[in-house]
């Protein structure tokens, strides 16, 4: 069963940093793709950052690039998120997803995680 | 980037009837070297990361109802939900995978009615 867990989230406050987590398991993480989208209370989704399935190439939102940085550790079956400068519009929860083509990444998000609410306020 | 604009936003339909959901994309997202249309659906219920439903515009995802169609193509898509039931209430969003940055519609509240 493919389980994707974040974690991370928490308060912090304009211009801090943060960084999230998401554990994979019931799938062989090296050749999957993966991705970050987000989703501020109330609101709809945002595709936030995609890594390929070696880390090889990085792809990020025009609203995130520059602040954050996704990378993944196959030792540790694990996708990371790091964010800079951290704005009150980043407020959301932010979902783990798996690329549901092996290899080549498609886009399409066939494994959500449950997500991890990060808050930025002062 | 690719704008998704779904109709209506909210919708309200009695058990048992079919609903119907639009999305529109700003550009085509068929492929013509292989005739496929990159379009999804997803289903997120209250509290709940969003379901794969629908993928290639009308290809279900495993273990989905067949109660759940999709149709269209080019800039122009359906999601169709025939005998609704108490268990399909949720915001339904469309998703273009024909280029990154992948982009959704803003989404239909469906409640019954």
């Known amino acids: 069963e493919v389980q994707l867990v974040e974690s991370g989230g928490v308060v912090v406050q304009p211009g801090g940093s943060l960084r999230l987590s998401c554990a994979a398991s019931?799938?062989?993480?090296?050749?999957?793709?993966m991705h970050w989208v987000r989703q501020a209370p109330g609101k709809g989704l945002e595709w936030v950052s995609l890594?390929?399935?070696?880390?090889?190439?990085?792809y990020y939102a025009d609203s995130v690039r520059g602040r954050f940085t996704i990378s993944r550790d196959s030792s540790k079956n694990s996708l990371y998120l790091q964010m800079n400068s951290l704005r009150v519009e980043d407020t959301a929860l932010y979902y783990c997803?798996?690329?549901?083509?092996?290899?080549?990444?498609?886009?399409?998000?066939?494994?959500w995680g449950q997500g991890t609410l990060v808050t930025v306020s002062s | 980037d690719i704008v998704m604009t779904q109709s209506p936003d909210s919708l309200a339909v009695s058990l048992g009837e079919r609903a119907t959901i639009n999305c529109k994309s700003s550009?085509?997202?068929?492929?013509?070297?292989?005739?496929?249309?990159?379009l999804a659906w997803y289903q997120q219920k209250p509290g709940q990361p969003p379901k794969l439903l629908i993928y290639?515009?009308?290809t279900r995802e495993s273990g989905v109802p067949d109660r759940f169609s999709g149709s269209g193509s080019g800039t122009d898509f359906t999601l169709t939900i025939t005998s609704l039931q108490a268990e399909d209430v949720a915001v339904y969003y469309c998703?273009?995978?024909?280029?990154?940055?992948?982009?959704f519609g803003q989404g239909t509240k469906l409640e019954i009615k």
């Open positions: 997803t798996k690329d549901r083509d092996s290899g080549v990444y498609s886009d399409l998000l066939d494994y």
């Open positions: 019931g799938f062989t993480f090296d050749d999957y793709a």
């Open positions: 890594i390929t399935l070696d880390g090889g190439s990085t």
């Open positions: 550009q085509s997202v068929l492929y013509s070297s292989n005739n496929k249309n990159y």
């Open positions: 290639w515009a009308s």
């Open positions: 998703q273009q995978y024909y280029r990154t940055p992948a982009t």
